[in-house]
């Protein structure tokens, strides 16, 4: 079995190069809520700090190469609030069966607060 990376020569790493665009792909992954950093550079094979290094330098402008992605995470996305007169109304539903016996509970979501203490005595 060979053991010896392909990276290596004369018992020494090489050092890899990235395109632009490689970085700004990368880059873009990690502004995606709910993903982290290391997990975006376990994925691709790189080292967690070289690619905070390329996050950050992307937020700074600091390097041109990088501006797309610094372009996305910056993008302005709109979103429509709902006017609360136009919602409709909305109940907290609940079905309690205990043995044979059901019981169908609606509560109305305004008075979620009571509705919370209150199943919290009951499951007592």
Same mark, same amino acid.
């Given at each position: 079995?060979? /053991?010896?990376?392909?990276?290596?020569? &004369?018992?020494?790493? +090489?050092?890899? =190069?990235?395109?632009? #665009?490689?970085?700004?792909? !990368?880059?873009?992954?990690?502004?995606?809520?709910?993903?982290?950093?290391?997990?975006?550079?376990?994925?691709?094979?790189?080292?967690?700090?070289?690619?905070?290094?390329?996050? /950050?330098?992307?937020?700074?402008?600091? &390097?041109?190469?990088? +501006?797309?992605? =610094?372009?996305?995470? #910056?993008?302005?996305?709109? !979103?429509?609030?709902?006017?609360?007169?136009?919602?409709?109304?909305?109940?907290?539903?609940?079905?309690?069966?205990?043995?044979?016996?059901?019981?169908?509970?609606?509560?109305?979501?305004?008075?979620?607060?009571?509705?919370?203490?209150?199943? +919290?005595?009951?499951?007592?």
């Amino acid at each position: 079995m060979d /053991t010896i990376r392909s990276d290596l020569r &004369d018992g020494r790493q +090489r050092r890899r =190069r990235h395109s632009d #665009e490689f970085k700004s792909q !990368v880059v873009a992954e990690c502004s995606r809520p709910g993903v982290s950093i290391a997990a975006v550079a376990l994925h691709h094979g790189l080292n967690a700090n070289l690619l905070r290094r390329w996050v /950050t330098q992307a937020g700074s402008g600091a &390097d041109e190469p990088l +501006r797309a992605a =610094r372009t996305a995470l #910056e993008a302005f996305v709109p !979103v429509a609030i709902e006017n609360h007169a136009e919602v409709a109304v909305c109940n907290i539903d609940v079905e309690i069966k205990r043995g044979p016996m059901s019981v169908k509970i609606q509560w109305p979501m305004s008075a979620a607060a009571e509705f919370g203490a209150w199943l +919290r005595e009951l499951l007592r």
